[in-house]
């Protein structure tokens, strides 16, 4: 030990030599490695990745019956699902697409969510196979198909509901205060007076999460602003953020923060764990801006609620603003893709064409979904709620504009810390001004 | 008194209830302080109202507790949900838990008990860099090379496999593994060597006759620490898994939250579930945990 | 056994008696290879992926110094950095300061002493994810016991981090201090006693010097635990609100794991580790560790 101290210097550097070999015989080691872990194709049981909450049953079932059917025996293949958690999802998807055990079919939002996979070759071009297959050409709306692609070509499947972001109220609530579904703003912050004298909070909204914030902001910009506001920013121009209607959507925000419209607790509440959807189903908020899916999870989780209660209405107009009140915000729906190191592409291939089946269809609708499928509007009459269903096809098929989702629209590198900004703006960590300079300087 | 003490202080102890002694051991340990009494009485409350509040809540119906404080204790207790904790693979995950504290033990103990003799017995440059190397090892944070380690691992074909988040929580108990073991190395003399040495004992007996059983405290408190590092383990099995298979507790109580959300009840019924198999260890060895606990902080 | 090793260390190596029971280094071997290849050898990949831009899919691209400029002109690196220190010294001072009074209150050996220390350390069962999960229930602003914005307030969610660190780590703190609490010769007591000095007195000139020592060790264990909150930030707060808990573990987490901009969370990440390692050769050098080590070798 003596020595040890005596040089100790010497003796570091030389372990970091060491060290510092030992390290490139490893890397070298492991990347030979990592060339192994290709793929093939043929048969065997391939993995599909979901997003696990309570829409997942539907899936579920498709699976079951696809295992069981012709079509699998044909492909040799079943497909196991992997239902991973919500709010980790896009992490755990990347993770695994990284690393050999990828999953050969994974549940996605179109649009920017894929388009690192596509950069990388990692999805199955189903452009050609697509229009070669009547069941997949015919059998969805091709809006909706096409949304789920990048630059003409398609790299998904249609695999849910139809996802407008839809002003949800509680029924009982507005009756017993005698209020009416509004139209414009000014109706809207009269019954938040109302609601805020009754003592009833006037939204739920599960900050922690975030993108339930970030809906407000969706549907503010478009109704000042109109829907090319967010269009050039999309398409990568930064200083569109600079357009009078962000700097206005925001205040409107800071506004409605300041008057109570949310609560006080809300950036801790979470919508992914139910928070806010149980703050909304227990009446302790009057309204929730939210995407359709709010009818099934509170279908799932308050079912008493869902069926007797549950009212919506579009977003509201804004006095002197540029957008129309049909004009919609929200994901056209979520789609499966195919990876393209996937070991049986067969199984893979057919699986998608089962989700283009009728049966899949109906069981969207007995979930409280709308399928994107062309003979949509026939099954709605089996809806849990025919009303709801008949409502939202309309309202998606009647809109001037569907604007993507923000953080599903732009690259995950510009929407993490657009969501951040957002997070900021909405907890007071930063003004409206702030807020839009923030954002001019994302890339 | 003083005049009395200096001479003899020996003597002190053995004069039977005599004033000094008395008066120490109250002063010590015996006569009431209302400052420890306090902060004591306010730190038990600090403990126990969460720990009632959640048997209690996990004993209580959803729906009852979506209204009520969790403070009440419930109206109409239930089982539930523990039963719907059960039925979402707690036991899997459990088992699995277990599977990697024992692997991430074994793995720790084989590599660490050589490398600390070499390192308090071998005297050269080799014993003492690989000793330095471990030192200087407890200051890497795991957090710091999970990037890195991901990409290894994925490489390795290892991703989404127990050994994913084994191998590494052993490499990282490693450090202070070897600091606890070599302090309790040190503590063997060199006598003891010798008249192994006499007896014509080769450096691998003594290492099975002379250091493991005399580092029996150092071992068991290593055990004790790296089952820790395992038990309390979150981001390499969040980084480093993703599907049900190798999925541990605590992974699996994470996933819980997005599962249950405001099922309240069912969230603290899987945490209630979560410390009883430890507390029954707990229960069974509260000696060597605590003596091997008190080792880790260096006797 | 100290005064032989010192006087063993003092004498030249000659002989078979030298020899006696010195392993060949080799055998340190398999232990250095594999903390090497875990450990060692990630810090060393995340530093040359710090020079790369790489999103988790195909090959890291080289590109210069971009991420470093980029973490040096970053607004929340310095608000996360002055976050991580804070957490570090508010968490140090409220730990230590329980730990110590409990531990050498629980140094004493009646009955409800045992029986309350048992109390005490029930948290430290639990795992950090599960000690998380339980508070981020209790805290939920609707439906939990502590109803309101506790999380959604800066203060109010940094003093929750603080309070679930201490909650799960003063049991285990206490554990400590009370070990180096008996280990105090009661002599120095009766000495000090004899002399008329006070409680207050006693523990601060004869409690306090005496367990420099163990306040060292539990406290390089603090400083590099206070790292490990990052389950503690992910599960009750997100970093948030807005960023005002995003410690640097976090957000080495959300600019890998969110934005997948791994080049940027392994510059994150190096920096980490050279401040870590910064930290613990400070604390070490405060601390005395390779002094105690000397003195044992007979220095």
């Known amino acids: 030990m003596e020595s040890t101290t005596s040089n100790g210097g010497r003796t570091f550097s030389r372990r970091w030599v ?21 793929s093939g194709s043929g048969g065997g049981t391939i993995t599909a990745f979901v997003y696990g909450d309570d829409a997942v049953k539907v899936q579920v079932k498709a699976i079951d019956r696809f295992n069981a059917s012709a079509a699998a025996k044909k492909a040799k293949g079943k497909i196991k699902l992997e239902k991973v958690p919500g709010a980790e999802y896009p992490a755990k998807l990347r993770t695994a697409m990284g690393s050999p055990n990828a999953p050969d ?9 894929i388009k690192a996979y596509k950069d990388a070759n990692q999805l199955i071009d189903l452009t050609d196979i697509i229009k070669s297959d009547s ?29 407008p972001v839809i002003l949800f109220y509680n029924k009982s609530l507005f009756a017993e205060h005698k209020l009416t579904p509004p139209t414009t703003w000014d109706q809207l912050l009269d019954i938040n007076a109302k609601l805020k004298k009754a003592k009833i909070t006037p939204f739920a909204l599960g900050g922690a999460d975030v993108w339930p914030e970030l809906m407000w902001l969706e549907y503010l910009v478009d109704r000042i602003g109109g829907p090319q506001v ?131 269809a109906k069981d969207l609708v007995a979930n409280g979904d709308i399928p994107t499928t062309a003979n949509a509007e026939k099954l709605l009459d089996a809806s849990p709620n025919p009303e709801f269903a008949k409502f939202q096809y309309k309202m998606v098929q009647q809109a001037p504009a569907f604007t993507l989702s923000w953080d599903q629209a732009v690259d995950p590198n510009v929407s993490t810390p657009m969501l951040t900004e957002i997070n900021k703006l909405f907890v007071g960590k930063s003004s409206p001004s702030q807020f839009v300079t923030a954002l001019k300087g994302l890339k | 008194m003083s005049h009395d003490t200096l001479p003899r202080p020996v003597k002190t102890p053995d004069v039977p209830a005599g004033r000094p002694t008395g008066r120490r051991r109250r002063h010590w340990t015996q006569r009431a302080n209302p400052f420890a009494g306090v902060s004591t009485f306010i730190w038990l409350v600090v403990v126990i109202v969460p720990i009632y509040a959640m048997i209690s809540a996990s004993l209580t119906k959803q729906d009852e507790a979506l209204g009520n404080n969790a403070l009440k204790p419930p109206s109409d207790p239930t089982l539930d949900n523990y039963n719907t904790v059960l039925h979402n693979g707690f036991g899997h995950f459990l088992w699995n838990t277990i599977v990697v504290a024992a692997a991430v033990v074994a793995i720790v103990l084989v590599l660490c008990v050589p490398l600390s003799y070499v390192a308090v017995r071998t005297r050269n440059i080799w014993a003492s860099s690989a000793f330095r190397m471990f030192l200087m090892g407890v200051a890497i944070p795991a957090q710091a090379v999970v990037v890195p380690l991901y990409l290894m691992i994925a490489k390795l074909n290892l991703y989404d496999s127990l050994l994913a988040i084994i191998l590494p929580t052993a490499a990282f108990a490693m450090p202070v593994s070897v600091l606890i073991l070599t302090g309790t190395l040190r503590d063997i003399s060199e006598e003891m060597y010798e008249a192994m040495a006499l007896d014509g004992a080769s450096t691998t007996r003594m290492l099975f006759q002379l250091v493991i059983p005399m580092t029996k405290g150092g071992i068991s408190t290593v055990v004790i620490y790296s089952a820790l590092q395992a038990w309390n383990g979150f981001l390499f099995p969040l980084i480093f898994t993703q599907s049900d298979g190798p999925r541990v507790l605590t992974l699996g109580l994470f996933n819980y939250v997005s599962q249950f959300g405001v099922n309240i009840p069912a969230l603290l019924a899987s945490v209630v579930l979560s410390g009883i198999p430890i507390f029954a260890v707990y229960l069974v060895a509260r000696r060597a945990l605590v003596g091997g606990l008190m080792g880790v902080g260096g006797k | ?21 010195r392993p060949h280094a080799a055998l340190a071997l398999p232990a250095v290879l594999f903390f090497a290849f875990f450990a060692i050898a990630p810090m060393v990949l995340a530093f040359y992926l710090s020079f790369t831009k790489w999103n988790g899919l195909g090959d890291p691209e080289p590109v210069g110094f971009a991420n470093w400029q980029k973490l040096l002109t970053d607004d929340r690196l310095a608000q996360s950095l002055t976050v991580t220190v804070l957490l570090t010294v508010v968490s140090w001072v409220f730990q230590t300061v329980i730990s110590l009074l409990l531990g050498v209150w629980a140094a004493g050996r009646q009955k409800n002493r045992a029986i309350l220390s048992a109390i005490f350390f029930v948290p430290f069962l639990l795992s950090s994810t599960a000690i998380s999960l339980l508070f981020y229930a209790l805290l939920d602003p609707n439906f939990g016991i502590i109803r309101g914005d506790t999380l959604g307030s800066t203060n109010g969610a940094f003093l929750a981090i603080v309070f679930v660190g201490g909650w799960q780590f003063i049991p285990f703190h206490t554990l400590i201090y009370q070990g180096g609490a008996r280990q105090i010769p009661e002599v120095l007591y009766q000495a000090a006693a004899i002399d008329g000095a006070g409680r207050v007195r006693q523990f601060f000139s004869i409690t306090l010097p005496q367990l420099r020592n163990t306040v060292a060790t539990s406290s390089v264990l603090m400083v590099v635990g206070s790292l490990t909150y990052f389950e503690t930030v992910l599960i009750l707060t997100q970093g948030g609100p807005g960023t005002d808990t995003a410690i640097l573990p976090y957000l080495m987490y959300e600019a890998g794991f969110k934005s997948y901009d791994f080049g940027y969370a392994s510059a994150i990440a190096s920096f980490l580790v050279v401040a870590a390692t910064l930290l613990s050769l400070l604390m070490v050098k405060l601390s005395g560790f390779g002094a105690m080590r000397s003195t044992r070798e007979g220095m």
């Open chain 1, 105 to 113: 079919v994974f549940f996605n939002w179109g649009g920017g969510s």
């Open chain 1, 230 to 360: 967010f269009e050039k920013i999309k398409n990568g121009d930064a200083s569109a953020w600079g357009d009078p209607a962000v700097l206005k959507a925001a205040e409107t925000v800071k506004q409605l923060i300041d008057d109570g419209a949310f609560g006080k607790g809300f950036s801790s509440v979470a919508y992914t764990n139910g928070g806010a959807p149980a703050v909304f189903a227990k009446g302790k908020a009057a309204m929730h801006l939210m995407g359709s899916w709010e009818y099934s999870t509170q279908l799932g989780k308050f079912p008493d609620f869902a069926k007797k209660d549950l009212g919506w209405f579009a977003f509201p107009s804004i006095e002197g603003g540029a957008g129309d009140i049909r004009n919609v915000v929200g994901n056209p729906t979520n789609y499966w893709s195919v990876n393209a190191r996937t070991s049986n592409k067969d199984a893979a291939l057919a699986f998608l064409r089962e989700c283009a089946s009728e049966q899949y």
């Open chain 3, 1 to 21: 056994m100290k005064g032989g090793s010192r006087v063993d260390a003092g004498r030249p190596p000659r002989g078979s008696q030298a020899k006696a029971g």
């Open chain 1, 135 to 163: 069941v997949l050409k015919d059998g969805f709306l091709p809006s909706v198909l096409a949304a789920g692609g990048l630059s003409g070509h398609n790299y998904g499947i249609p695999m849910r509901g139809m996802q």
């Open chain 1, 18 to 38: 060491l060290g510092a070999g030992a390290t490139t015989l490893l890397t070298a080691g492991l990347s030979a490695c990592g060339s192994s872990g290709g």
